[in-house]
């Protein structure tokens, strides 16, 4: 089996495991990249989204095979020191409680960001339907997503 490489946040890494190992285990096991989290396993609860090319995917259902090659960012390559203006809406809104699932809550806003710096509420709200929050925070979300928004920090 020959290493697979990867470029995670903006490092290239060789792999050495099966094709077919969601890229979800390799980053927490085999790059120490413990911010994503697992959630449901089946790509429907958002908790494990990172970002792939640019787009948010959720890292547990896409094997390391399909991604070699591409650039994929993971909550801990988003910004440097945890100052991404999403990072920054997410305290002074207070949106965890939990936390689980904020890391992929911060990348599938970050994903909708970049592709429509001025979203809508509708379009806040389809966006982010594919990401669950145990805790009930989907108001704070949204109001954090609308204060970068509102603040420039989406540019």
């Known amino acids: 089996m020959a290493p697979i490489p990867l470029t995670v946040n903006g ?6 495991e099966e094709p077919d190992t969601p890229l ?3 980053l927490r096991d085999s790059l120490g990249l413990t911010g994503t989290k697992y959630g449901c396993g089946i790509g ?3 908790t494990c989204t990172v970002h ?3 787009e948010a995917v959720p890292s547990c259902s896409i094997s390391v095979e399909s991604v070699a090659g591409k650039e994929i960012t ?7 020191g945890g100052r991404h203006p999403l990072q920054i809406a997410w305290l002074e809104e207070e949106v965890s409680q939990c936390g ?3 890391p992929g809550q911060i990348m599938n806003a970050a994903a909708l960001l970049a592709r429509s710096p001025e979203p809508s509420e509708a379009e806040i709200v389809e966006a982010m339907a594919g990401n669950l929050c145990r ?6 979300i949204r109001r954090a997503i609308h204060r970068v928004v509102r603040e420039g920090g989406a540019r």
């Open 11 to 16: 490092r290239i890494h060789r792999v050495d």
């Open 24 to 26: 979800l285990w390799v």
């Open 44 to 46: 429907v609860c958002g």
């Open 52 to 54: 792939v090319a640019g």
């Open 74 to 80: 993971t909550i801990e390559g988003l910004s440097p």
């Open 100 to 102: 689980y699932c904020q």
């Open 135 to 140: 805790c009930g925070t989907y108001l704070r």
